[in-house]
């Protein structure tokens, strides 16, 4: 049985006495992709802040590589976790050029950080930008210049919050698919958070159903799309695009 990249048991989350993330326990495989899926203010970036440690959850235990990096009484620092994250804002260094952003969270020779930026520049479709500069770039371009900067450092898991939601409706998918070809490139284990089912079903091996701060199904899209676990999960999905 291969190990979980990431794994989360029970996690609860409080905000001036709402309990926000109920409960929530998780597992991501290597080389997986597992969405969290749910409408707009159920507790999914919660979750996903507590997990990399820039918020910290009132109870439950956060497994990285099967190593304890947070509980109540002990906190890894989040640069400490091998996360690796997107964000919608997924802001690049203006002021640094396309390889230098890449090359941000590597450490080591020069020569092996330069091959592990063209690799990634390579995988993105981006090698010709490689000295190009923020802003010369379109938003799709900055996007994937975002994901190789995050990959680079080659994370445990990468946590992926909304990332396509600024990006023009028409490129979504494609982005979404050539997105999804660099991580399975990299076998990297994925938490992908989105309030879009079909986002889900495009990209997930494995999607955990969220509402009101608890996972109320889980499985593989195919299973949960087929079989809702009850009418609103249902009506959920019937609105998909
Ligand atoms: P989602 O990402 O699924 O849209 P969030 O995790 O952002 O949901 O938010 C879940 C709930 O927690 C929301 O009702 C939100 O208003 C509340 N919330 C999130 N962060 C805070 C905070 N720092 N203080 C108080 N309430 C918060
Ligand atoms: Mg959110």
Redesign the pocket.
């Known amino acids: 049985m291969t190990d979980p990249r990431l794994e989360i048991r029970n996690i609860r989350r409080r905000?001036?006495g709402r309990e926000?993330v109920s409960d929530v326990s998780l597992k991501v495989m290597p080389g997986q992709v597992t969405c969290l899926l749910?409408p707009?203010?159920?507790?999914?970036?919660?979750t996903l802040r507590i997990i990399a440690g820039v918020d910290m959850q009132d109870e439950g235990e956060i497994y990285v590589d099967g190593e304890l990096v947070c509980d109540t009484v002990f906190r890894v620092p989040p640069e400490q976790r091998s996360i690796g994250m997107m964000f919608q804002d997924f802001a690049l260094f203006p002021h640094l050029s396309v390889a230098e952003n890449v090359a941000f969270g590597l450490n080591g020779h020069k020569s092996d950080k330069r091959a592990r930026v063209e690799e990634l520049l390579d995988k993105v479709g981006l090698l010709s930008a490689v000295d190009k500069y923020p802003h010369e770039l379109s938003g799709g371009e900055q996007q994937r210049i975002a994901l190789a900067r995050a990959l680079a450092p080659r994370p445990s898991i990468m946590l992926m919050d909304e990332p396509f939601s600024g990006l023009d409706e028409r490129l979504k998918d494609d982005i979404r698919d050539s997105t999804l070809d660099v991580l399975k490139s990299e076998n990297t284990a994925v938490l992908l958070?989105t309030h879009e089912p079909h986002e889900a079903m495009r990209m997930a091996d494995e999607i955990a159903l969220m509402r009101d701060g608890r996972i109320v199904q889980q499985g593989a899209p195919y299973n949960i799309y087929n079989a809702p676990v009850d009418r609103k999960a249902a009506a959920f999905f019937s609105d998909i695009n």
Do not use: A, W
């Open positions: 905000f001036q926000v749910g707009s203010g159920c507790g999914k970036s919660t958070v």
